[in-house]
């Protein structure tokens, strides 16, 4: 089975690699751009990946950041 998510160039992909990366049952994830296929390998060694974890943890750390209940949480992901 396979999900397609699109994302903005904004999109905090650490958050959501970390999200995606504790979900039973996650296999493999592939970030696609275009025509390009990434794996997380080249996407973690990548110098624009450094630049969008530094991004988010200084957005973390002035402040601007959403937090997640445990019940929307279970919302989102269908989890009783």
Same mark, same amino acid.
Request: charged share 35%.
């Given at each position: 089975?396979?999900i397609?998510?699109?994302?903005?160039? @904004?999109? !905090?992909?650490?958050?959501? +690699?970390?999200?995606?990366?504790?979900?039973?049952?996650?296999? %493999?994830?592939?970030i696609?751009?275009?025509?390009? =296929? @990434?794996?997380?390998?080249?996407?973690?060694?990548?110098? @624009?990946?450094?630049?969008?974890?530094?991004?988010?943890? %200084?957005? @973390?750390? %002035?402040?601007n950041?959403?937090?997640? =209940? !445990? %019940?929307?949480?279970?919302?989102?992901?269908? +989890?009783?």
């Amino acid at each position: 089975m396979e999900i397609k998510i699109s994302l903005d160039e @904004y999109a !905090d992909v650490p958050f959501i +690699k970390k999200l995606l990366s504790q979900i039973k049952g996650v296999k %493999n994830v592939e970030i696609t751009e275009g025509d390009k =296929t @990434y794996s997380w390998e080249e996407i973690e060694n990548s110098e @624009y990946f450094g630049k969008v974890l530094e991004q988010s943890e %200084n957005d @973390y750390q %002035n402040g601007n950041y959403q937090e997640l =209940t !445990d %019940n929307l949480l279970n919302e989102i992901f269908d +989890k009783k």
